[in-house]
């Protein structure tokens, strides 16, 4: 049998002590880097509410209390012509769906579908900005200026996405 010292037998045992000590403190480190950067990192964003109420929530919450109201007010005035040109909207996507899926497609049926969906859309949207200008004549400066600036976060028209950034 072969003897060891005590001072070599001790020599390892403090080098496997090291070694061990070593991979703890590193497998610790970067647990705490991973708990760490997870709280750092922002949630995935929510989806902007597209109805036509949200926007116009958002519209007024920009604007200054006074010309809310008087938005609000004239929303209120058309809102029974907008859900009746929203259900004219409905139907006329109704319409769109039947001539495409037809057993026999007709180019035609099709084309007049999605013009009366087109119109039906834009009889919304000339409701919408009716009230809208209706409002701006008796709004501050200051909110027919942030009128006019709005845009909704997180949505962007044709003419934005062109823009180079």
Excluded: C, Y
Aim: proline share 8%; no cysteine; glycine share 4%.
């Amino acid at each position: 049998m072969t003897d060891v010292p005590p001072s070599a037998s001790a020599g390892r045992a403090r080098r496997w002590l090291l070694i061990a000590s070593l991979a703890l403190n590193v497998f610790f480190i970067g647990g705490l880097v991973s708990v760490a950067s997870h709280g750092f990192t922002r949630p995935p964003p929510t989806p902007a509410d597209r109805t036509l109420e949200a926007r116009i929530d958002r519209l007024t919450n920009s604007l200054p209390p006074q010309d809310a109201a008087l938005l609000q007010t004239q929303f209120r005035a058309v809102e029974a012509t907008v859900e009746r040109a929203r259900q004219a909207s409905r139907d006329a996507q109704q319409n769109v769906r039947v001539a495409l899926t037809a057993p026999t497609f007709d180019p035609d049926a099709a084309t007049q579908a999605l013009g009366a969906l087109r119109e039906a859309r834009e009889r919304i949207w000339i409701e919408i900005h009716s009230a809208l200008v209706k409002a701006a004549i008796a709004m501050s400066p200051e909110g027919r200026e942030r009128l006019a600036r709005w845009i909704p976060s997180g949505e962007t028209g044709p003419e934005q996405k062109k823009r180079p950034k």
